[in-house]
């Protein structure tokens, strides 16, 4: 969709750019003469033609998405995204133990919609957005700039990324080119398109303001943070680079009340190896190294007797047969290099990892006692989002009244479990017979039915065995002390 007047260098709008800066210090300065003031506009005029040739061209692409659902009564039903709980989620700052929905019980049925953005990046109509804007929709429906609208198949989504993909039954529509964000440089100037607080088509612009964030809000991710105005209903949309092209998907924002200038983007790299696995039509496969990591910090590198302007991933925890594992690696180790490449951010190494696929043989140089060790390590394939997070699915919420997680070291040292093994409970219904029994957040469940179990995988085939029993008698650790507690199950 880029015209040769679009595809200008970024050297002359870095040139742009300073001219715009010079344009300020001369309006307040009385010794400015007319002349460079004048220069100054007129640069300015240009960036503003080519911020308006480059929305010309995209918005036709660009499409308003509203998703749909009914919820029924009595039923445990899931705020977000299709109500101001979503909102609230989405936009703000949670690690991925806090992403868990909060449950509500509405006693009529009722339709609750969603309102975001999407692109169309073929002329066929395939339509990447959020994978949020579409979970559990019953009906999506896209309308475009010209007014058509359109019943969308949903022809996958990604949890893990925040990804997915949508089609509409059309043809020769106008599309937008997606770009390698690799390149992306902080700095350079982007625009956001979308439908916010329904007003739709908004067209702002900003900078890169930083990439490689990792805040929390999917379990891969590697966003691209930008001061381009993003708001509710943003989600999906585009964020374009100076050559028309895509660069990410809108994402999320800090700030529950709207825009402060801190918006986040999937890049649109990662958008690129979901969209692929998606329209071939099977799962979308990640590879797994099997780590638990942070950020290595200066006050961590001292701790560890490193030098503090250290860089590189601190492994945590290490997951039980993963890659990792089996490769040697243990908690305290620092990754500094992956593939021949410094390691500097823990987002975008697991971005990369994940990226390629499992099976692939990769090198990696970590630090142990403060000298470099190589491991070569065939990764493995990442397991369901549910698993690594520690809870069953949904509806194994629904039939237990609770939910778990693994044990890992952070928490054992946390919550006074160490040299335990077993998983965490982590939620309970109130209502149900796990809360009956004395099941709350924080208590350790050891055993089921006289089985020691070490991680969630294990809980989850045991708590399935005991559904021949109809009943699970658990081994229950509660800070010093342990209690047996039966739980009752359907054969179901």
Request: negative net charge; contains cysteine; aromatic residues 6%.
């Amino acid at each position: 969709m880029c015209t040769d007047n679009l595809k200008k260098s970024k050297i002359f709008w870095r040139s742009v750019a300073v001219s715009t800066l010079f344009l300020v210090v001369f309006s307040i300065s009385p010794l400015s003469a007319p002349g460079q003031n004048q220069d100054s506009i007129t640069a300015l005029r240009q960036m503003g033609k080519a911020f308006a040739s480059i929305a010309e061209k995209a918005s036709p692409a660009v499409v308003s998405l509203k998703s749909e659902r009914t919820v029924s009564g009595d039923s445990s039903t899931y705020g977000w995204p299709f109500d101001e709980d979503f909102f609230d989620f989405w936009f703000r700052q949670r690690s991925p133990r806090q992403r868990t929905p909060q449950r509500r019980y509405r006693e009529q049925q009722q339709p609750v919609t969603a309102m975001g953005s999407g692109f169309i990046i073929s002329s066929d109509g395939y339509i990447l957005t959020n994978n949020h804007m579409v979970t559990e929709a019953e009906k999506v429906e896209i309308e475009l700039t010209d007014g058509r609208k359109f019943t969308a198949k949903i022809v996958g989504a990604d949890p893990d990324s925040d990804v997915a993909v949508v089609k509409i039954d059309a043809e020769n529509l106008p599309s937008l080119e997606l770009d390698d964000s690799d390149t992306l440089e902080v700095g350079e100037w982007v625009l956001a398109i979308g439908n916010p607080l329904g007003l739709s088509h908004t067209v702002t612009a900003g900078i890169v303001s930083a990439k490689g964030r990792g805040v929390g809000l999917a379990d891969i991710e590697n966003f691209i943070q930008t001061d381009a105005a993003i708001n509710r209903g943003n989600s999906g949309g585009p964020l374009i680079n100076l050559d028309g092209k895509v660069v990410g998907i809108n994402t999320a924002i800090v700030g529950a009340t709207g825009n402060i200038g801190i918006g986040f983007a999937i890049p649109i790299n990662l958008a690129k190896h979901v969209y692929r696995q998606l329209r071939e039509g099977g799962a979308v496969e990640w590879g797994f190294l099997g780590i638990q990591f942070k950020d290595l910090d200066p006050e961590h590198a001292k701790a560890l007797n490193l030098p503090e302007d250290t860089k590189g991933a601190l492994v945590q925890d290490v997951v039980e047969d993963s890659a990792a594992q089996k490769a040697g690696l243990e908690p305290y180790d620092v990754i500094i290099e992956f593939e021949g490449r410094p390691v500097e951010k823990s987002s975008e190494f697991v971005s990369r990892v994940s990226m390629l696929k499992p099976g692939t043989k990769i090198e990696l140089v970590a630090l142990r006692d403060g000298k470099r060790k190589t491991f070569s390590i065939k990764l493995g394939k990442r397991p369901p989002s549910t698993e690594l997070a520690g809870t069953p699915p949904a509806d194994a919420f629904e039939q237990l009244g609770f939910s778990v997680e693994n044990l890992t070291r952070e928490l054992a040292e946390r919550l006074g479990y160490e040299g335990q093994s077993g998983v965490v409970v982590t939620e309970v219904d109130p209502r149900s017979r796990a809360a009956q029994i004395g099941l709350e957040p924080g208590v350790l469940i050891r055993e089921v039915n006289r089985l020691q179990i070490k991680n969630t995988r294990e809980f989850n085939e045991a708590i399935e065995k005991a559904r021949e029993k109809g009943s699970a008698l658990l081994l229950v650790q509660q800070d010093r002390s342990t209690f047996l507690a039966l739980l009752r199950l359907s054969k179901e």
